[in-house]
């Protein structure tokens, strides 16, 4: 942990908004693909999180994106997004204007002390006022450039791939004018595990996100109360990496049981150590069950 050890990492971008408002397919254009016709009703269910290389201005950079469901059931994904990311981008439908997940998506950013860069989708439609949103908004606090403020907004069309490279830039610029985006790769890994599920040929699976360190294919790895070796990472492809550094998402295929969606995680020396960690997780959470039932006790400290 010497500041000679910090090297640059690619910012962490959530994109939050209200349903439907076209976060998902702002993603999918960004990458070229199409997740968003595959979801059940159209509806994100778990948090996606995905790498894209950008060209801004003579550089290539990378950028991490995690997606959110806009859902009103969500609120906890959403605030989860908000902690573990350098920058929100906000979605509002220039057609819909500011709606209730759009309020609580600032509020997390917020909250989070987040920098907020506003993307005004669906520019494409009839009834669109990018003008609007940008007046509406300001009642939460965030004033676009053109009216004095320091917020970035960018007018896109997700369907029609419009200013898609304005809003790229916009994060880049946001990320290089308010933040420090260093962390060391050369510690044993340590960040947060986005969503997990059990999944019917791997087994338990869980999105996690480097914060520091590199996660390697091998590894002891413990994530709140489930633990266990790294058996394969693979990204959003599918494709199988060997290792992560930091601000990389990827899935990691080897834990022993289903870790908690927000829950960190950190790599240690042995299994056994990894399985101790875990068990007296596992111990002091039957306790303060035991002690207190009414309230479900997070335990994130580490001792
Ligand atoms: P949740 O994850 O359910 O909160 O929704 P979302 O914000 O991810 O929205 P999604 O990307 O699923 O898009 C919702 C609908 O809006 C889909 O039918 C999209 O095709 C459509 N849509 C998204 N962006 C645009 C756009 O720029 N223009 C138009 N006309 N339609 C769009
Ligand atoms: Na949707
Ligand atoms: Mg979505």
Do not use: C, W
Not at 43 to 57: K, L, N, P, R, S
Not at 101 to 119: D, G, L, W
Not at 186 to 197: P, S
């Amino acid at each position: 942990g010497d500041e000679d050890d910090l090297e640059f990492r690619p910012p962490v971008v959530t994109v939050m908004g209200h349903v439907d408002h076209g976060k998902t397919r702002l993603l999918d254009t960004i990458r070229k693909t199409n997740v968003q016709e595959g979801e059940a009703g159209g509806i994100t269910q778990h948090i996606g999180a995905y790498q894209v290389v950008t060209e801004v201005g003579e550089q290539e950079r990378l950028i991490t994106f995690i997606d959110t469901p806009g859902h009103e059931a969500f609120t906890a994904m959403r605030a989860r997004g908000a902690n573990s990311t350098d920058i929100a981008v906000i979605v509002v439908a220039a057609d819909d204007g500011v709606m209730p997940q759009t309020v609580e998506a600032i509020n997390h950013a917020q909250a989070a002390s987040v920098p907020v860069v506003v993307a005004v989708n669906k520019i494409d439609k009839q009834g669109a006022n990018p003008q609007r949103i940008r007046q509406q908004l300001t009642d939460y606090g965030l004033i676009a450039e053109e009216y004095g403020g320091d917020t970035m907004f960018v007018d896109i069309s997700a369907r029609q791939g419009t200013n898609i490279d304005a809003l790229l830039e916009a994060i880049v610029l946001t990320a290089d004018a308010t933040l420090d985006l260093r962390a060391n790769p050369k510690m044993e890994a340590q960040g947060v595990a986005i969503e997990a599920h059990l999944d019917r040929g791997r087994g338990p699976v869980a999105t996690v996100l480097v914060q520091r360190g590199t996660l390697r294919v091998g590894d002891s790895i413990v994530a709140g109360d489930a633990y266990g070796r790294v058996r394969r990472m693979v990204d959003e492809f599918n494709e199988d990496i060997i290792e992560a550094t930091p601000s990389r998402p990827v899935q990691v295929i080897g834990f022993t049981s289903v870790p908690g969606a927000g829950d960190t995680f950190l790599v240690v020396d042995e299994d056994r150590v990894a399985r101790q960690i875990a068990d007296r997780r596992q111990a002091r959470m039957r306790n303060a069950q035991f002690a207190s039932r009414r309230k479900r006790v997070s335990l994130e400290d580490l001792d």
